[in-house]
């Protein structure tokens, strides 16, 4: 009998497909129902998308946080009820007169640990149900802020199209931050409304887009990246004795690591046995991937 699949797969996902659609296509191409992903990514939006597959999906409650870096394009001069080029527009204002300097200067004061309003059409929940789908039921929806970090709001040019500026930026932030959030308020700041128009994820953690496979052509013999590879790639790691390994297969902390945070522990061919956090006396057993 052959073996579930398991491991993480790193997604290009394509334009206008829900990372929900992803993953089904992949739960089909794998033959199997544990598939999940590591972060959302909006229809419109290109780029890095972490799957989990089999016991991988348990590995992803550790990568969600992670920091990510995105490459997008925001158009200065128009805002939308979306803050994104899918929504209506509600205004448009000529920013073909705003210089590289104005925009640096504006994109430096949304760098750091910022409040920042989400968008009225996120994915976040209020009452239960998802923001996005109240607004399309034509409620109200104001979304309280939330504190998030950017790390750097780097603009690399712009053009000027018709009364509008097209600024082409790199973000590095964390996780949590809305990038269409981001081209709302860089607008406001210079007075001219802006939105969203292209963005694509670059990296998520340690992978990027050097490790993503195209999802055209992905088939049933794809490599999954292991998951002692994986979890090594942004957890610490404790090797276990032969000893060690046998007691955490049957549940049995190991000793502490004298290490905040979660660690994975690994056996000595490399491979996951578990997610470990300090507790006490004994190294408390968050996620067990063998046995």
């Known amino acids: 009998m052959t073996p579930a699949p398991t491991g993480l797969l790193v997604v290009d996902k394509p334009p206008q497909m829900s990372s929900h659609a992803v993953v089904g296509r992949v739960r089909r191409i794998l ?3 544990r598939v999940g992903h590591a972060g959302t990514l909006d229809p419109m939006a290109t780029g890095v998308l972490v799957l989990g597959v089999g016991r991988g999906t348990r590995l992803l409650h550790y990568l969600v946080g992670a920091d990510k870096t995105y490459t997008a394009t925001m158009r200065l001069g128009q805002a939308t009820t979306t803050d994104d080029a899918d929504g209506e527009l509600l205004g448009q204002v000529d920013a073909s007169g705003c210089t590289l300097d104005d925009v640096r200067a504006a994109a430096a004061t949304l760098t750091g640990e910022i409040e920042q309003v989400p968008s009225a059409v996120s994915a976040i929940k209020v009452d239960g149900r998802r923001a996005y789908a109240r607004v399309r039921a034509g409620e109200e929806v104001s979304l309280p802020p939330r504190r998030v970090t950017v790390h750097d709001l780097r603009v690399d040019g712009a053009r000027v199209v018709g009364p509008c500026l097209d600024v082409d930026v790199r973000v590095d932030c964390s996780s949590g931050t809305y990038v269409r959030a981001l081209a709302r308020d860089l607008g406001v700041l210079l007075g001219v409304g802006g939105h969203l128009t292209d963005l694509r994820r670059t990296r998520v953690g340690p992978f990027g887009l050097d490790d ?21 790639a942004f957890l610490p790691t404790r090797t276990l004795t032969a000893d060690e390994a046998a007691r955490v297969a049957h549940g049995v902390p190991p000793s502490p690591s004298d290490v905040p945070g979660p660690v994975a522990l690994l056996d000595e061919d490399g491979s996951l046995l578990a997610v470990a956090q300090d507790a006490g006396p004994r190294a408390g057993l968050r996620a067990v991937f063998v046995g």
Request: aromatic share 0%; proline share 0%.
């Open 31 to 33: 033959g199997t129902r």
């Open 212 to 232: 993503a496979v195209e999802l055209e052509g992905l088939s049933a013999d794809v490599r999954l990246r292991a998951l002692g590879d994986a979890a090594a």
